[in-house]
């Protein structure tokens, strides 16, 4: 079955550097998403993607956040300057029709990127 | 914007037995519901979801209520298995493509 997929697994890094989380949604879906997870927390909505522009974001997808989709295939989120409040599991998802559902649209997440501010 | 409430935060069940979870939604808005179960340190995989032209969806042990008059739903499990063991999140959200807004969670334990 088709999956989404996230690049790195595990990333560290110091507090104010940049990161920049991979996906690779599945191929004929047409809407994307970034949700984190803070450790032993809900899952919560950051940005959704759609024809090439972000359709809605949350209060926490401030300015220090973009997201892009570079080459048609590739969806990623930036993190400009990180923050020790950042260290979380960042989702990626996507959205469309696929032959476990049923043939019925349904939201499919990735493994996640587990990122750790220091 | 939509809250959703969710429980209990734990559970545990006798290996066989039945599980049931609970959730609200403020939203009268929302129309798609799905269930996702979360392993520890993997993605969220959905299990079974609803929408709202539809009272009740079943898929072999696992089934789905929605009250839209009341907005709630639950999640009932039937015979119970340790691979059951999981973490499980309800989500509400206006359409399949737009944004999920999840509830807390609820740990659920299977005793054998």
């Known amino acids: 079955e088709p999956e989404v997929t996230q690049t790195p697994s595990h990333q560290v890094t110091q507090m104010g550097q940049e990161v920049i989380l991979r996906c690779v949604p599945i191929?004929?879906?047409?809407?994307f998403y970034w949700y984190r997870q803070i450790l032993g927390q809900k899952v919560e909505f950051l940005v959704s993607f759609y024809n090439n522009e972000i359709s809605e974001k949350s209060e926490i997808f401030d300015d220090q956040f973009s997201v892009e989709r570079p080459d048609g295939s590739n969806f990623t989120l930036k993190i400009r300057s990180t923050k020790l409040e950042d260290s979380a599991m960042y989702f990626c998802?996507?959205?469309?029709?696929?032959?476990?559902?049923?043939?019925?649209?349904?939201?499919?997440f990735g493994p996640g990127t587990r990122l750790l501010v220091l | 914007g939509e809250n959703v409430e969710q429980h209990p935060s734990t559970l545990s069940v006798q290996e066989g037995d039945s599980a049931v979870i609970k959730c609200t939604y403020s939203d009268s808005a929302s129309n798609y519901f799905p269930w996702y179960k979360q392993e520890l340190g993997k993605r969220p995989q959905l299990i079974i979801d609803i929408r709202s032209n539809v009272g009740e969806k079943k898929d072999q042990r696992i089934a789905v209520t929605l009250n839209k008059t009341a907005k709630h739903f639950s999640l009932h499990i039937t015979e119970t298995q340790p691979e059951d063991s999981a973490v499980y999140f309800c989500?509400?959200?206006?359409?399949?493509?737009?944004?999920?807004?999840f509830g807390t969670g609820t740990r659920l334990t299977i005793i054998p």
């Open positions: 989500a509400a959200s206006m359409t399949v493509q737009e944004k999920l807004t």
């Open positions: 191929s004929n879906h047409l809407y």
């Open positions: 998802a996507s959205t469309g029709r696929t032959r476990l559902a049923g043939h019925q649209e349904t939201q499919y």
